[in-house]
């Protein structure tokens, strides 16, 4: 298995230069009828204040876990996870997850369960404060009109914006992605790869997200994360993405780099890193 030495990589120069997230030596084993399985074999990753994250790794590697225990899930078997120095022991507004399947209330408004989220962590807050919070993020993303449809009545795309209007009212300091947009189709994906920049970038949240998308990593990410095959996997290749911000699809789609860039993810996941079956 191949590490890559993290610490001597080169940060995006926009950010500042102390650790905000940071992945320490982490492993996690799960306990199994047949044993102890090992997922995560010593991970180590800083991530830093403003930084947007792509992870990718064939499926099974523990994408999953690894952000799990950075939403705080899920705890490490060892190691610990710190955001601001502060260990991660359990969920927190501070960090907000969105999965691939919303996982909205079904029988609350777009508004009502973006709302609810707000009332629950802010209680004491008057309430035309928290209204007008639900309001701003929904516009944010583009559900003015559809604040009182219930989900059965919005496409996944809209369903997913919900999702992330609900996240970000909390002004949560890290937004963790769990393959949010793998159930969407082609058009609607690029529109909310576009929004979702703008927004990250309007918010300067900091963003871990799961991708099986290699062009959507290439589009979105400042570092793409690069996992080995499980048991133990670990951290394999972490790619420095150089594109300016903001980025414009096309422009990217000419420059020779992406092509060198793309070619690379492929070789790790596809030579390097096959799975057996592929
Ligand atoms: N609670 C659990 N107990 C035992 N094994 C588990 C548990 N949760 C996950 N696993 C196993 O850990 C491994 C990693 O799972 P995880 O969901 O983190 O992977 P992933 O990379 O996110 O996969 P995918 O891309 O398919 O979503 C898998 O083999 C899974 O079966």
């Not at 029988?107 to 989220?117: D, K, T």
């Amino acid at each position: 298995m191949q590490t890559l030495n993290t610490t001597a990589l080169k940060r995006p120069e926009v950010l500042n230069g102390d650790p905000f997230l940071v992945i320490d030596n982490v492993s996690k084993i799960y306990p199994t009828p047949t044993g102890p399985y090992t997922v995560l074999d010593g991970i180590n990753l800083t991530v830093y204040e403003g930084e947007f994250i792509c992870l990718i790794g064939h499926s099974g590697c523990g994408k999953s876990t690894l952000l799990d225990m950075v939403s705080g899930f899920r705890k490490p078997s060892e190691g610990e996870v710190r955001l601001q120095t502060k260990r991660i022991t359990e969920p927190g507004p501070d960090r907000m997850v969105v999965f691939q399947n919303y996982s909205l209330l079904p029988w609350l408004s777009a508004f009502e369960n973006v709302y609810l989220g707000i009332d629950s962590v802010y209680p004491n807050k008057p309430k035309a404060e928290k209204v007008a919070i639900a309001n701003e993020h929904l516009a944010m993303v583009g559900l003015a009109d559809a604040a009182n449809k219930r989900p059965r009545e919005l496409s996944g795309g809209m369903k997913q914006r919900v999702s992330i209007a609900r996240a970000l009212a909390l002004r949560p300091k890290v937004l963790v992605l769990d393959e949010p947009f793998g159930a969407l189709d082609p058009i609607t994906r690029e529109e909310l790869q576009e929004e979702l920049l703008k927004i990250w970038s309007d918010h300067q949240v900091t963003v871990l997200m799961i991708t099986h998308d290699i062009d959507e990593a290439l589009f979105l990410a400042d570092r793409l994360v690069m996992m080995t095959n499980g048991p133990a996997a670990n951290i394999g290749e972490i790619m420095n993405i150089p594109f300016p911000r903001p980025r414009n699809r096309a422009r990217i789609m000419e420059d020779p780099e992406y092509y060198n860039l793309r070619n690379q993810a492929l070789d790790f996941l596809y030579r390097r890193f096959a799975h057996a079956d592929e």
